[in-house]
Every structure is written in structure tokens, then in C-alpha cells.
């Protein structure tokens, strides 16, 4: 038995650690080699498949990139909304990234007794020992709770599999075996490194066996080759496993889109012989890297509308489709030979219901940890189908040929965008063209029964708050925003493109909407087209007269009110405290919070074109939106979008609750007590 009693021998003498010499370090080179060359070869196949899709230039703004890269990869922020999981991956990631140091240093000086990482020769020495037996304890800690997560019982987003027992298994033995090997080691001389704290109560506790020198030996090495095994395995295992993200997280993370989340890709139509993607390879290579990425966790299709209403879309199934798909394509597109190979993305991959199920919500990018891209896959799809080959619902296609013939929806004619305000103490542009804003009207706005009264609202209390403004009557058009989201980009371009035309010979500079899907063209789409405009949704300006003193407010309580967030107004453009600061200042007024609010909220269904097709599969949007906002109690519902003003009024009709509840945009409720 060796002596681990003299406290000063094992401060004066730390453990000699294991070098491997004669024919073991041999076979450690041959092993590590060929564990390098699996590794190679994988990395060259994925590399090689990545250049062969679309190229796309994404190194602008290295300091958001960056600053990206330690928030979502560093500090695992997006993984954190679900403390349990995301406190478990947050111990395995940081756990990994220590542990990988350690096991450089361990697998160098396996070679040579003299190597040793640069950190390991300074003062931080005795603290990095330490760190590395905590982090391998806090790994195996991170490995049972998910476990206990993921097969304790089944979860549905994230079913039992054979993929992920095996990474857990391999992350769990590689912790193992290395403590092990440390303890034995330690036992072997009779020395112990205070600091590997963990290895140090091992090396007592083996001690106790009262074995040979030589057998603590052999049982450190052992374990030291365990360890390496279960390394190399984890290097080959991962490139081809869904676990690839481990490789692949932080560059797809810094590469991640930094324009708005509301803006989509404007291609350039004139020369093109083929619109959007018909063929996997011609999305952009971040759509491939985003597919290596997914570690399928599911939060994409957790949060989505159309897969938690019984529609057969699931964002996550899009994105590992398409690696699927590319790895079995990758043959003839190494040859050049893409027009042999047989299976098509469109029809045999991904179906044309799924493409038209999504409502372009944001909810699955928003909880996607890893900020994969799921809406522009779905509208490349989508502009191949309307524009190549003019597949598109009849409702789609009729809403889109009402735009291009009448200027809205509806097809219900400029004319009729003159009616909503004869009455009111409102000017066209040209009778006021020094006025400060503009008020968009918006197609819903000027045309809807149910909306013009919101619009009269908005200007009641515009000329309540003293606000110079004008409207362009007749002469306002669609912004084209519903066909670009049905997939038209040439209608949506020709349409934005006279918008802004328009807008700028009127010298327009300040613009304020109710249509947050207006607002989103006018903020971050027509930038495109030379449009920069100051742009405001009207709940913006009116909690600010509020707060100015502009806007007095009095009248009748409201009593209990929920509030309904609009997709393009909350996650599209981080939009969320206006409504409800408007709503606190009305007298009596009791918000009570749906359970799917601000960035979690449930879209009414309407967005992505969805607004002018049926919705034929599974239970109605609108309709699951409209209980949650029931079970509430609140007797008011409070909206921010003409297009959520319809889909909830039809939800509480389909309901038979429609007269239980008033359903009221939000600059009503202020118009009428001011």
C-alpha cells in the first residue's frame, strides 16, 4: 500500500503523467493517425458538398458576427429559455471545451513526457487542474439530466434514439475513463495532485486495493486508451451523425443572417432562366450548413403554428431533409451529373402542402438555439412553385391577380380607398404636402368594414394629439407584401418598386402604418428599392402622446383585457411595449397576459400569404389562438393588425363566442376615451 497520509509529499510531489514509449507509442501514432484520416476524409466530403451549392457572401459586420459567436455559442443564450435542457447542454458545452485543453495535454504527453500546453506551465496550472475535474463532473451531471430528459419519460419534440444514446454514451465515457486513468496513475506512484481533486479521492480509494505498482499501471493505461478511443470515436462518429453541430454550431452562428428578421432575399429577376429553388443545390451554402447544424432538438417545430395545429409541416424535418437529400445527391453533383440524379427536392422530398403551411411567423427561427434559417427555405420553394411552374392555390392566385390588376387583394378598385374617410378632418398629400407624416392606410385599412373603423379611430386621434398628417387616398397601392409571401417575387418587385417611386417624387420622409405587415415593407424590405423612411406603427406614436401629454385619458373602465401579439410587429420587428403601455394607461384597465406572448405569441394564421387560402388540414389557426385568448376571461381582446382583427373575429365565430367578448384594435379602445 502506498503512503497518501504525508501531506507533504504529495504537495512536493505531483504525479508524473502517463508517457507511453517503445511499441505502445507506436500503436498510439498508427491509431491516432488513422483516427485523423477518418476524420479528414469526412470534413473533405461535407467541405466539398458545401461549395458545390449556391455561393452567398456573408462576412459583413465581423463585430456582430462575432458578438453572435460568444452570445448564442459561449454563452448558449437561446438554449437557456428552457432552464433544465439548456442548464445540462450549458454544463456539457463548457464542460467539452475545457475538457478538449486537457485532453491535448494528455494525448501530447503521451508522446513525449516534456510536451505541455502553454496555460499549463504558468501560474494557472493549479486552477486548470481544478476546472478540468469539475468540468468532467458537471458533463456526467449534464449527461443524466438528459437522460432523464430524453428517455425518462419519452419525450415527443425530442424522441428516443439510438444516435442520441450513443453521443451520451461517448461524452460520458470520455469523462470516465480520463478521472479513471488520473486515479490509477496517482495510486500507481503514490502521489496525488491536490487540485485534481477528483483523481486524488480516486487515487485514495485505489490505494486501499493494495495492488502492484505494475497493475495500477496497466489499469491507468487501460484507461488512458479507453479515453482515446472514445475520443476518436467521437471525431468520426459526429461528422456523420446529427451530432455534427458539435463542429459546425460556431461557424453556422457567425455566418447567421444579420439583416431583420423581417426582411427576405431580393433576387435579381431580369436575367434569371429559373426563380428560386427547384433543386437543392441552388440554395445558398448557408441553407447547407444550417441542415449539418440541426441537432433536431424540435424547439423549431415546437413553437410552430401550422405542426401544433395538425398541418404536416415541421420546420425541423425541412432542415434535415435537406442534408438528407444532399448527401444522397452528392455523388452526381461531385460529377457534375445533377440532371441524372432521379429523387426531386419539390415533390419527393418536401411536399407543395408543406411549403404552403407556413405562415412566415418567425416563431420556429426565433427558438432555433443554433439561428437556423427555416422561412427563406420555405420561400425559395415557394417562388419556384408560383413562378416557374404558376402552382398556387386558386384563393392564392386570385389574391395575387387582384393586386396586379386592381392595386389590392380584394380586387375592389382604387376608388373604393376613397370612401373610409368622407367625414373626417383628413387631407390628401397634395392638399397638405408639407405634412409631417404620412399615415398609411394600408389595403385592409381603406377596404375592410371591420378595419375602416380603425383607421377613422387612428385619425380622431391624430387630430386629437395636433399631428400634421396627409394620406394618399386613391392614389395609395398594395405594397406587394402578400404576393412576395405567396411566393410572386415579380408582382412584390414592380409593386414596391412604385411605392417607393411615389414616396420619394412626394419627398415623403415620416410614415406611420396600423399594418404591421405594411410597416415591416416600409422598414426593412424597401430599403431595397431606394425607400429609407422613418416608420412607425401607430401604437408607437400614441404611447408617446400619452406619455407627451398630447393624449388625455378618460372615460369608461375597461376592466379585463389580453393582448394578442402581431407576428410582424413582435417577432419580426421586436415590437412589444407600445400596445401595452396604452392599454395600463386606460382607466380600469386589467391586462392578464396570454400563456404564448411577446416572442412566444401564437400567430392568428394569416401571415404568409395565409390571409387569402383556405386552411383545409387540421384544426384552424385562428381558432386555437382564439381559445387561448378565451381561457383568459378577459372579456376585451386587444390587437395590433387589421389581418389579426379577421382571423380572431372568424376564430370566436367558428367558436360561437363572438357576442362573449369585444374584440377591439387597440387605438379604438384609447380613441374612445380620449
Not at 83 to 99: D, N, Y
Not at 100 to 107: D, E, P, R
Not at 281 to 291: A, C, G, I, R, V
Not at 562 to 576: A, M, V
Request: charged residues 20%; proline residues 4%; glycine residues 8%.
Amino acid at each position: 500500500m502506498f503512503d497518501f497520509q504525508s501531506k507533504e509529499r504529495h504537495i512536493m510531489l505531483s504525479p508524473l503523467e502517463i508517457t507511453l514509449h517503445g511499441i505502445e507509442k507506436i500503436a498510439f501514432i498508427c491509431v491516432w493517425g488513422i483516427g485523423l484520416a477518418i476524420f479528414a476524409y469526412e470534413a473533405y466530403f461535407y467541405i466539398r458538398l458545401l461549395l458545390s451549392f449556391s455561393p452567398e457572401k456573408r462576412w459583413d459586420n465581423l463585430g456582430q458576427r462575432f458578438a453572435n459567436l460568444f452570445k448564442y455559442v459561449f454563452g448558449q443564450r437561446r438554449l437557456l429559455d428552457q432552464l433544465v435542457m439548456g442548464t445540462a447542454h450549458f454544463l456539457i458545452f463548457w464542460g467539452f471545451v475545457v475538457i478538449s485543453l486537457g485532453t491535448i495535454n494528455f494525448f501530447g504527453k503521451g508522446i513525449s513526457e516534456n510536451f505541455s500546453l502553454p496555460i499549463l506551465g504558468t501560474s494557472l496550472h493549479t486552477p486548470f487542474l481544478f476546472l478540468l475535474d469539475l468540468f468532467s463532473l458537471l458533463v456526467i451531471l449534464g449527461i443524466l439530466i438528459a437522460v432523464a430528459r430524453r428517455f425518462f419519460p419519452n419525450s415527443a419534440r425530442m424522441p428516443r434514439g439510438w444516435e442520441a444514446a450513443i453521443i451520451l454514451i461517448l461524452i460520458g465515457g470520455l469523462m470516465l475513463f480520463d478521472l479513471l486513468s488520473d486515479g490509477f496513475n496517482m495510486a500507481s506512484q503514490g502521489r496525488c495532485e491536490a487540485a485534481s481533486f477528483v483523481g486524488s479521492s480516486l487515487g485514495h480509494l485505489f490505494a486501499n486495493m493494495n495492488l502492484s505498482a505494475t497493475t495500477y499501471q496497466g489499469y491507468a493505461h487501460f484507461f488512458w486508451w479507453a479515453h482515446l478511443m472514445f475520443f476518436l470515436a467521437i471525431l468520426t462518429y459526429v461528422p456523420i451523425s446529427k451530432h455534427m453541430h458539435v463542429f459546425t454550431s460556431a461557424p453556422n452562428v457567425f455566418f447567421a443572417k444579420l439583416t431583420p428578421n423581417g426582411k427576405l432575399s431580393t433576387p435579381k429577376l431580369e436575367d434569371a432562366e429559373e426563380f428560386g429553388v427547384t433543386r437543392v443545390e441552388q440554395f445558398p451554402w448557408k441553407q447547407l450548413l444550417d441542415s449539418y447544424s440541426c441537432t433536431e432538438c424540435g424547439r423549431c417545430t415546437d413553437q410552430c403554428p401550422a405542426a401544433n395545429t395538425g398541418k404536416p409541416l415541421s420546420p425541423r424535418t425541412i432542415i434535415m431533409q435537406i442534408r438528407q437529400h444532399s448527401e444522397k445527391k452528392a455523388p452526381f453533383l461531385f460529377k457534375k451529373q445533377s440532371d441524372k440524379f432521379e429523387e426531386r427536392f419539390i415533390e419527393d422530398i418536401i411536399t407543395e402542402d408543406v411549403i404552403w403551411d407556413c405562415t412566415t411567423c418567425y416563431a420556429c427561427m426565433r427558438a432555433c438555439p443554433l439561428l437556423i434559417e427555416h422561412i427563406p427555405v420555405i420561400m425559395d420553394l415557394r417562388r419556384s412553385l408560383v413562378l416557374n411552374e404558376g402552382r398556387i392555390s386558386s384563393q392564392g392566385s386570385m389574391a395575387i391577380k387582384n393586386i396586379e390588376k386592381a392595386g389590392d387583394p380584394w380586387g375592389l378598385g382604387q376608388k373604393k380607398r376613397s370612401e373610409w374617410y368622407q367625414g373626417l378632418d383628413v387631407r390628401h398629400i397634395s392638399e397638405n404636402p408639407d405634412a409631417e407624416y404620412l399615415f398609411w392606410v394600408g389595403c385592409a385599412g381603406a377596404l375592410d368594414d371591420r378595419n375602416i373603423k380603425v383607421s377613422q379611430a387612428t385619425v380622431r386621434l391624430m387630430n386629437k394629439a395636433g399631428i400634421s398628417f396627409a394620406i394618399l387616398g386613391e392614389d395609395e397601392i398594395c405594397t406587394g407584401d402578400p404576393a412576395r409571401r405567396l411566393g410572386e417575387e415579380y408582382l412584390y418587385q414592380t409593386q414596391a418598386q412604385a411605392v417607393v417611386e411615389m414616396l420619394n417624387e412626394l419627398k415623403i420622409k415620416k410614415i406611420f402604418t396600423n399594418c404591421p405587415h405594411c410597416f415591416n415593407a416600409f422598414k426593412n424590405e424597401f430599403l431595397d428599392f431606394g425607400g429609407n423612411y422613418e416608420v412607425h406603427h401607430t401604437h408607437e406614436l400614441l404611447s408617446q402622446f400619452i406619455k407627451d401629454g398630447r393624449l388625455k385619458v378618460t372615460g369608461d373602465p375597461v376592466g379585463e383585457i389580453t393582448f394578442h401579439d402581431s407576428c410582424y410587429l413582435g417577432r419580426h420587428n421586436h415590437i412589444y411595449e407600445p400596445a401595452r403601455e396604452i392599454i395600463d394607461s386606460l382607466p380600469g384597465a386589467t391586462r392578464i397576459e396570454m400563456k404564448r406572448s411577446r416572442e412566444w405569441s401564437f400567430c392568428c394564421g394569416a401571415g404568409g400569404g395565409r390571409m387569402f387560402m383556405e386552411e383545409d388540414r387540421g384544426t384552424r389557426i385562428n381558432v386555437n389562438r382564439s381559445e387561448e385568448a378565451l381561457g383568459t376571461g378577459a372579456k376585451t381582446i386587444g390587437l395590433a393588425c387589421p389581418f389579426c382583427m379577421t382571423m380572431i373575429t372568424d376564430g370566436l365565430k367558428t367558436l360561437d363566442k363572438i357576442d362573449n367578448v369585444n374584440i377591439k384594435e387597440i387605438t379604438e379602445l384609447l380613441d374612445e376615451r380620449t
